[in-house]
Every structure is written in structure tokens, then in C-alpha cells.
């Protein structure tokens, strides 16, 4: 009878906790995901340094507001040498690395929150 009631005391400690454990799961689940681990995520840094870390065969990113809105941005992101094609500054950049952005696989939501990002980032 003992053992039983200390079984039960057991159980009406841990309910609480797995309770939680299962809320704080199931937010961290739905948040969306945060810009950096979308950029680390898509593939940027292999050409574009964030943080220090990252490749340099893409230009640093930096002054973003003063080259792009959020809408030309998202228009770029969704297939980069389409863009590229009529901008000066970017064919520029085009000649002095390796290649051209390439058009990446970025889902339009995810596309959205890196735009957000990086301008806020690289004002
Ligand atoms: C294969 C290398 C490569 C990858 C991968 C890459 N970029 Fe680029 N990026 C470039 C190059 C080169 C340019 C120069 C312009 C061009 O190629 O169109 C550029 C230009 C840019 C610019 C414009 C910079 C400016 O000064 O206006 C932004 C913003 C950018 N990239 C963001 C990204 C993001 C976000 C990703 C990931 C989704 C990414 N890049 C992936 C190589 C890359």
C-alpha cells in the first residue's frame, strides 16, 4: 500500500512537467523559423558571409535599403539571373565572381523572411 502511494505521488509530479514539456514542444514546432537559420538553411552562406562565417563568392551583403525594396528583393530572390540580366550594378558584381547567383529552391514564405531579414540585418 505504501509503495503505491509513492508511486502515485510520482506520477502527480511528473503530469505537470510532461504537460509542459509537450506545450513548449508544440510552440517551438509551429514558430516560424527565424532569418538566419533560413539563410544558413538555403544555402546563402555557402557564397555569402553572415556573422563572420560563410564564403566569399557572392558580394558582401551590406546598405540593402539602398538598393532594394522589400518587393524588388523578393523579385530578385525568386530567380536571381532573370533579374540580373537588366541591372547594371548586378551584372558588375556578375563579372567578378565566380558564378552568378544561381536561382535557389526557397519556398515563397521562407523567400518572404529572408527578405525581412536581411534588410532589417544589412539596413
Ligand atoms: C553560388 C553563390 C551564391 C549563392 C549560393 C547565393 N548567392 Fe547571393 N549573390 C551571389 C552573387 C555572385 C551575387 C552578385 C549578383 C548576381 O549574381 O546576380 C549575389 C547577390 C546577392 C544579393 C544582392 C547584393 C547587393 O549588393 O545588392 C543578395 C541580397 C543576395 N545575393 C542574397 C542571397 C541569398 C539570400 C542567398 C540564399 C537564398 C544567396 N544570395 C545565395 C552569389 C550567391
Given amino acids: 500500500m505504501q509503495k503505491i502511494r509513492g508511486g502515485m505521488k ?3 509530479a511528473i503530469a ?6 509537450t506545450l513548449i514542444l508544440m510552440m517551438a514546432c509551429s514558430a516560424p523559423p ?3 537559420t533560413v539563410f544558413i538553411e538555403s544555402g ?3 557564397c555569402h558571409e553572415i556573422d563572420g562565417s560563410g564564403g566569399s563568392q557572392g558580394p558582401r551583403l551590406e546598405g540593402l535599403q539602398n538598393k532594394w525594396t522589400p518587393e524588388s528583393l523578393e523579385e530578385f530572390l525568386t530567380d536571381p539571373p532573370a533579374y540580373a540580366k537588366d541591372n547594371a550594378r548586378l551584372l558588375a558584381y556578375i563579372k567578378k565572381y565566380p558564378t552568378p547567383m544561381p536561382k535557389l529552391e526557397i519556398s515563397p514564405a521562407r523567400r518572404k523572411i ?6 532589417k540585418k544589412y539596413p
Fill in 10 to 12: 510520482y506520477l502527480i
Fill in 34 to 36: 527565424d532569418g538566419k
Fill in 44 to 46: 546563402c552562406t555557402r
Fill in 114 to 119: 529572408l527578405v525581412q531579414y536581411l534588410l
Fill in 16 to 21: 505537470p512537467c510532461s504537460i509542459l514539456c
